[in-house]
């Protein structure tokens, strides 16, 4: 009685002692074993599935190579220039390694270079925009050699001049020997605030600008600015501070208008006196503007009072900033002067005009004259 045994997925049954007619079923078994085994010549042989040999040995081989086209010709892993590469886990088992090549022939691991093969003699790698290490020379001050030798060249300035000097500073940061070129610089002179160099009395510092002081700095002198300006200093707090431009009370800008108008009205209600107004832009809405009236009245019979508008809105109330009474019946003509401090908190144009009126609602009063000069002037107060 013939077994059944399986080659590649096909089921052969393979005679037994005493069969009979077993020519067929072993001839057939035979052919597909022939034809599914591994040759020592070689061959094609295309697998259905992974092998598996156990975990107690593995493979031992010349090389192994990829399925890609143009693969390396040498090497134990041949693999093609646009192959998926080498990858392996990360550490925390949540995503791949990958070690492969770009179209520059750099090694690159997860996208990012590994290092670069060569590297041109007294060249130095510098990273470029892309933060990918670049061969370059050094270039600018100095030179580089491929011992390691740095070479400074000739350099211009305030401090001197020196062409290739070996130089030696000391602990301080002054040079105190140079093989070529000006005499070191050896010593800070306190007295005169300036550093010179051996047997000279010139200063040869030159002060970058701008100028960084760590503090506390203590000035020994004058500070000459000459055409140039201190500038984001801060508001000083204490009388001993410097004060900062914006502290200084000055007038940013003033402007007046002057007129020989003369109004009249009989109301109590202040009336606008013509051609008593001006108006002022501020520069900024912190400012102050001040306000200065000098105009005539003429008070008939009743008590004239003046005041000040802003863009119409009443400064002092329905009191007025000055008060002038007659005297009995008798008619007082004279000149009022008075000035009021504003706070409009804007950068916007101001207009400021000069309102009157009278205390009976009857009485004819007048403000302004034909014989006088009424002005109003408006000052913006930094």
Same mark, same amino acid.
């Given at each position: 009685?013939?077994?059944?045994?399986?080659?590649?997925?096909?089921? !052969?049954?393979?005679?037994v002692? !005493?069969?009979?007619?077993?020519?067929?079923?072993?001839?057939?078994?035979?052919?597909?074993?022939t034809?599914?085994?591994? %040759?020592?010549?070689g061959?094609?042989?295309?697998?259905? =599935?992974?092998?598996d040999?156990?975990g107690? !040995?593995?493979?031992?081989?010349?090389?192994?190579? /990829?399925?890609?086209?143009?693969?390396?010709?040498?090497?134990?892993? #041949?693999?093609?220039?646009? /192959?998926?590469?080498?990858?392996?886990r990360?550490?925390?088992?949540?995503?791949?390694?990958?070690? +492969?090549?770009?179209?520059?022939?750099?090694?690159?691991?997860?996208?990012?270079?590994?290092? %670069?093969?060569?590297?041109?003699?007294?060249?130095?790698?510098?990273?470029?925009?892309?933060?990918? $290490?670049?061969?370059?020379?050094?270039?600018?001050?100095?030179?580089?050699?491929?011992?390691?030798?740095?070479?400074?060249n000739?350099?211009?300035?305030?401090?001197?001049?020196?062409?290739?000097?070996?130089?030696?500073?000391?602990?301080?940061?002054?040079?105190?020997? *140079?093989?070529?070129?000006?005499? $070191?610089?050896t010593?800070?002179?306190g007295?005169?605030? %300036?550093?010179? /160099?051996?047997g000279?009395?010139?200063?040869?510092?030159?002060?970058?600008? $701008?100028?960084?002081?760590?503090?506390?700095?203590?000035?020994?002198?004058?500070?000459?600015?000459? =055409?140039?300006?201190?500038?984001?200093? =801060?508001?000083?707090?204490?009388?001993?501070?410097?004060?900062?431009?914006g502290?200084?009370?000055?007038?940013?800008a003033?402007?007046?208008?002057?007129? %020989?108008?003369?109004?009249?009205?009989?109301?109590?209600?202040?009336?606008?006196?013509?051609?008593?107004?001006?108006?002022?832009?501020?520069?900024? *809405?912190?400012? #102050?503007?001040?306000v200065?009236?000098?105009?005539?009245i003429? +008070?008939?019979?009743?008590?004239? #009072?003046?005041?000040?508008? #802003?863009?119409?809105?009443?400064?002092?109330g329905?009191?007025?900033?000055?008060?002038?009474?007659s005297?009995? =019946?008798?008619?007082? *003509?004279?000149?009022? /002067?008075?000035?009021?401090?504003?706070?409009?908190?804007?950068?916007?144009?101001?207009?400021?005009?000069?309102?009157?009126?009278?205390?009976?609602?009857?009485?004819?009063?007048t403000?302004?004259?034909?014989?006088?000069?009424s002005?109003?002037?408006?000052?913006?107060?930094?």
């Amino acid at each position: 009685m013939s077994i059944p045994l399986t080659i590649n997925g096909a089921v !052969f049954e393979y005679p037994v002692n !005493f069969d009979e007619n077993w020519g067929v079923d072993a001839t057939g078994w035979a052919q597909a074993v022939t034809n599914g085994m591994l %040759q020592m010549s070689g061959g094609s042989f295309p697998l259905t =599935a992974e092998v598996d040999f156990g975990g107690s !040995f593995g493979i031992k081989a010349l090389y192994l190579k /990829s399925r890609e086209t143009n693969i390396a010709s040498t090497g134990i892993v #041949r693999l093609a220039n646009a /192959s998926a590469g080498i990858v392996w886990r990360n550490g925390t088992n949540t995503g791949n390694l990958v070690l +492969t090549t770009d179209a520059g022939n750099n090694l690159l691991f997860n996208g990012t270079p590994v290092a %670069q093969v060569t590297l041109t003699n007294a060249h130095i790698f510098v990273g470029n925009i892309s933060n990918i $290490p670049t061969d370059v020379a050094l270039s600018g001050d100095a030179t580089l050699a491929n011992t390691g030798a740095l070479t400074l060249n000739t350099v211009n300035g305030n401090v001197g001049s020196f062409t290739n000097a070996s130089i030696t500073v000391n602990a301080k940061g002054l040079i105190t020997a *140079a093989s070529s070129g000006t005499a $070191p610089v050896t010593s800070v002179s306190g007295t005169a605030n %300036q550093i010179t /160099s051996t047997g000279g009395t010139t200063p040869v510092l030159a002060i970058a600008n $701008p100028l960084t002081l760590p503090g506390p700095v203590i000035a020994g002198g004058a500070i000459a600015m000459n =055409a140039n300006k201190i500038t984001g200093l =801060a508001n000083g707090t204490t009388s001993t501070d410097a004060a900062a431009f914006g502290q200084i009370p000055v007038f940013a800008a003033a402007v007046q208008t002057a007129s %020989q108008i003369q109004t009249t009205t009989t109301s109590s209600t202040f009336t606008a006196a013509t051609g008593q107004s001006v108006t002022i832009t501020p520069v900024s *809405a912190s400012h #102050r503007v001040k306000v200065t009236v000098s105009t005539q009245i003429a +008070t008939g019979s009743d008590r004239v #009072r003046l005041t000040i508008k #802003r863009n119409a809105v009443e400064l002092s109330g329905a009191s007025g900033f000055t008060d002038t009474t007659s005297a009995g =019946a008798t008619a007082l *003509a004279t000149t009022i /002067s008075f000035s009021y401090i504003d706070s409009p908190a804007t950068t916007s144009a101001t207009t400021y005009q000069v309102f009157f009126r009278n205390n009976d609602n009857t009485t004819s009063i007048t403000c302004g004259s034909t014989n006088f000069v009424s002005v109003i002037m408006a000052e913006e107060i930094a």
